[in-house]
């Protein structure tokens, strides 16, 4: 006998013929949840006409089978009850409403804990959202990815990262907003320090075509230049500066920062011209 789904089961009788009572001798009963996994019980009363089997502990069940044991050539069952776990209140499941719903909207069934609208609370997912967001993961069916110092695992409910450390690039309570223009880095309070004040990467820093502003150098622009490792070219005019990395013979870098300096002052008078 199969149910139109799972119930949490407390108590079965089975019902024989009052007059046939050695067509109800040896019956077996047999129940579960999957008709490949049916679990063989032993009745607590039985007599002619009437077997009970009791639970000791309530359990989810969508088969019955009940069979002769084959010392019988005929097995007459008039009516087999099932007697359930009444619902669970609003937001509760299980054997003995003993778990939580984990649903955004609404109720979840009082078996399995499946949400009635599908959609699960922010940190759970799968079909009865009763799994935790795989790791890495948050929110809404766990489609955020976070964004931690180290790539440490955030919560999976609001993604808020251990020591509220968010990874380089990253801000705000879960991490999830970029550094602002003109920012980057850990905790967003590296400067950018680009050509023209064009913004840089969020996260590293770099600037758009590796050009910094005049006076700084590396990578990501964040090393001011220093006379005790760099040759200082001024601009004319201008009390900007370009640096040139101490890696040449000083007659090199002499011609270098003399072609930088002409460089700049045609640029300078072109701008003028241009005004």
Request: hydrophobic residues 30%.
């Amino acid at each position: 006998m199969g149910l139109n789904k799972p119930y949490i089961v407390e108590r079965v009788l089975v019902l024989g013929r009052t007059d046939k009572g050695s067509q109800f001798d040896n019956i077996n009963i047999l129940m579960g949840l999957w008709t490949e996994s049916l679990q063989d019980e032993q009745f607590t009363f039985k007599n002619e006409t009437i077997a009970e089997l009791r639970l000791t502990s309530p359990r989810e069940i969508q088969f019955v089978r009940v069979m002769g044991n084959g010392h019988s050539n005929v097995v007459t069952i008039c009516e087999i009850l099932l007697y359930r776990q009444a619902d669970c209140p609003l937001g509760r499941y299980s054997v003995n409403c003993s778990k939580q719903c984990n649903c955004r909207v609404g109720s979840c069934d009082s078996v399995t804990g499946a949400c009635v609208d599908g959609i699960c609370e922010d940190g759970w997912n799968g079909m009865t959202c009763n799994d935790t967001c795989h790791p890495g993961t948050f929110g809404a069916n766990c489609s955020s990815i976070c964004r931690c110092h180290n790539n440490i695992t955030c919560n999976h409910f609001n993604g808020s990262c251990p020591n509220n450390q968010c990874a380089a690039g990253w801000k705000h309570d879960n991490c999830s907003v970029a550094c602002g223009q003109g920012n980057f880095g850990l905790n967003c309070t590296s400067p950018c320090h680009c050509l023209q004040g064009a913004s840089c990467d969020h996260v590293s820093g770099n600037c758009p075509g590796d050009q910094c502003a005049p006076g700084w150098t590396t990578s990501n622009c964040s090393v001011e230049c220093t006379s005790s490792s760099h040759v200082i070219a001024p601009f004319v005019q201008h009390a900007v500066k370009v640096c040139l990395v101490l890696t040449a013979p000083p007659s090199a870098i002499a011609l270098k920062l003399k072609a930088v300096t002409m460089s700049l002052a045609t640029v300078q008078m072109t701008n003028v011209r241009l005004g």
